[in-house]
């Protein structure tokens, strides 16, 4: 079992930063892809980024490539999305997810997730 919980989120200007954490208990947090994805009101959630459990290999939506770095720390049980160059249609609630085995884009191959963060992008 796998407790995940965001943090980070807030409002941000057009064209700023905001890093986002998720904070997973549990001692096997290492052998646990990771994945970020997020959804807006009144659309499906969407794949935002990916990170392995051993290659730390990642991944991208083609939206957010080049302005969001997602990282990991094993040490702290901790995942991360770093996101520059926000725009307004970043604007969205963020959720981490977690699943055993290799990343994939697709929310129903993650078991666990978040509650979510708020981001919101001001024009």
């Known amino acids: 079992q796998v407790q995940l919980v965001e943090s980070g989120g807030g409002l941000v200007q057009a064209g700023g930063s905001l890093r986002l954490s998720c904070a997973a208990s549990?001692?096997?947090?290492?052998?646990?892809?990771m994945g970020w994805f997020r959804q807006a009101p009144g659309k499906e959630r969407e794949f935002v980024a990916a990170?392995?459990?051993?290659?730390?290999?990642?991944y991208y939506a083609d939206s957010v490539k080049g302005r969001f770095t997602i990282s990991r720390d094993n040490a702290k049980n901790t995942v991360y999305l770093q996101m520059n160059s926000l725009k307004p249609e970043d604007t969205a609630v963020y959720y981490c997810?977690?699943?055993?085995?290799?990343?994939?884009?697709?929310?129903?191959?993650?078991?666990?997730w978040g509650q979510g963060t708020q981001v919101t992008v001001s024009s």
């Open positions: 990170i392995g459990w051993s290659t730390g290999s990642t």
């Open positions: 549990g001692r096997t947090f290492s052998t646990y892809a």
């Open positions: 997810a977690a699943r055993r085995g290799a990343s994939s884009r697709g929310p129903y191959d993650y078991n666990y």
